[in-house]
């Protein structure tokens, strides 16, 4: 059997994943390999309803998205987040068939879909633009596409009612769309978008031209229409809390790869390069050098002054690293305290009230300012004194070896769990009281 052969029957038997039908099977009964056909007993659907493997796409000569592979799973919301021009929107067209890939593969629920026109794959869209058909009713705009399917009308009306209700726009059927508002017209657009019962329903900055009270409404609206309905939303935002609060899952993406994939709270609490921990949430980016290892802890230079961290595998004396800690995870204390955890001297810049928390901002002696958010007023310092900043033992996050904003670093140190402590200020380490921070 041939190579390619071969290959054609490993595609047809990825086809099949998604069906009952037969599916092709390689035997080497006399050591000869050869066609024969089975059915898999209770064979359930692909696991995956849309597959990216090894996708790019090039525009001229640079690479919109590049080498991007990405399983989403069934019935999940997945958002696509990351800066502008990072390659979102060109990945969404792709899997709706607008865009052609300049390698690689596209599977929908187990089957390359990559001959297949836009209308012949079952994924629907939602554009920022709402698109609607500006002389067409509510009603028309949400039937047009069961009318192109030539639907019976009677079925078209009970179906096109039903989204209606679902998106809450009962009544709202012989309105023109200039006579809704923002909000109301992506409802419509939605419930267009859902009135064909698409597999995999894909949403480019659907809330983007929305108020933020009306945008907040519209976002969980459409996280509960997801999880009623069940279908897979590929969902694309440049907006990092409205990721985290809806996605099952995200995929951040720079500079047309995807950098990350992971669990809102894996994304937040465990990035794995800087670009990702600076793009999620706020974060204060450190940047130190590895000095020391013993088995007990491992020795970083961070910003000037010499901290003594949890045991880390994968570093090196010499080695540069950032640290990422979430304003959340620092406090502020008064020089010549000695505390357990790992602190730097600096000195309070200014401090934002901003309700139910307080920010300090703290210039550390490297000039690097930081940001510290606590509940409550800090009691210990006003503006312009000398304060020590520590975290909490394990709350920082260590990357290798790429600038804030950089293409990524894939050397996430593993292990951040563990104590760590404040050793020693350093000869260029001033400190404004008797302390040495042990
Ligand atoms: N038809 C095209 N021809 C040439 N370049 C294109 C085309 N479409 C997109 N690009 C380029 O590909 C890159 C990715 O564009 P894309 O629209 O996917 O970004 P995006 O992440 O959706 O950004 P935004 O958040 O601004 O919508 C950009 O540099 C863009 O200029
Ligand atoms: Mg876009």
Redesign the pocket.
């Known amino acids: 059997m041939s190579y390619t052969e071969r290959e054609n029957i490993l595609k047809y038997n990825r086809q099949m994943a998604v069906t009952t039908r037969p599916r092709l099977a390689v035997t080497a009964d006399d050591g000869k390999l050869k066609r024969k056909k089975f059915y898999l007993e209770g064979y359930n659907m692909s696991d995956y309803m849309v597959q990216l493997v090894n996708v790019t796409k090039r525009f001229g000569d640079s690479p919109a998205v590049d080498n991007i592979s990405l399983d989403v799973r069934q019935g999940e919301f997945l958002t696509l987040l990351g800066p502008?021009g990072c390659g979102?929107?060109?990945t969404?067209r792709m899997i709706a068939g607008f865009e052609h890939p300049t390698s690689g593969d596209i599977l929908l629920n187990g089957e390359s879909v990559l001959g297949r026109p836009p209308f012949a794959r079952n994924v629907n869209t939602v554009f920022q633009s709402y698109a609607l058909f500006p002389h067409m009713t509510v009603y028309d705009n949400v039937a047009f596409g069961l009318r192109m399917k030539k639907i019976p009308g009677k079925q078209i009306r009970q179906r096109v009612l039903e989204m209606l209700r679902l998106v809450q726009l009962e009544g709202f059927e012989e309105r023109m769309p200039d006579q809704l508002s923002g909000g109301q017209k992506q409802r419509v657009a939605i419930a267009r978008a859902l009135v064909n019962n698409p597999q995999v329903l894909l949403l480019?900055?659907p809330l983007g031209a929305l108020d933020l009270k009306l945008r907040k409404q519209m976002q969980m609206e459409l996280k509960h229409l997801q999880q009623q309905l069940g279908i897979t939303f590929i969902y694309?935002t440049h907006d990092q809390e409205e990721a985290l609060t809806m996605s099952d899952r995200i995929a951040v993406m720079n500079r047309g790869i995807i950098e990350q994939v992971g669990t809102p709270r894996e994304i937040y609490e465990q990035p794995v390069s800087v670009f990702v921990a600076a793009f999620i949430g706020d974060s204060n980016i450190l940047e130190g050098t590895v000095t020391d290892r013993t088995t007990s802890g491992t020795g970083i230079v961070v910003e000037g002054c010499r901290v003594s961290l949890s045991f880390r595998n994968g570093m090196v004396p010499g080695q540069r690293v950032y640290l990422s800690i979430r304003p959340e995870h620092m406090f502020l204390s008064v020089p010549g305290c000695v505390g357990d955890g790992p602190c730097l001297p600096g000195r309070l810049v200014d401090r934002i009230f901003a309700g139910s928390f307080v920010k300090s901002l703290v210039a550390l002696q490297s000039g690097k300012q930081v940001t510290v958010s606590e509940n409550g007023l800090p009691a210990c310092c006003e503006p312009g004194d000398e304060v020590i900043v520590g975290w909490h033992p394990g709350k920082e996050v260590i990357l290798s070896d790429a600038q804030p904003g950089d293409a990524p670093s894939q050397s996430y140190i593993a292990g951040n769990a563990g104590a760590g402590k404040c050793v020693d200020v350093g000869a260029g380490c001033r400190t404004a009281g008797a302390g040495v921070y042990r």
Request: glycine share 0%; net charge negative; charged share 40%.
């Open positions: 502008s979102k929107t060109t969404l480019d900055e694309v």
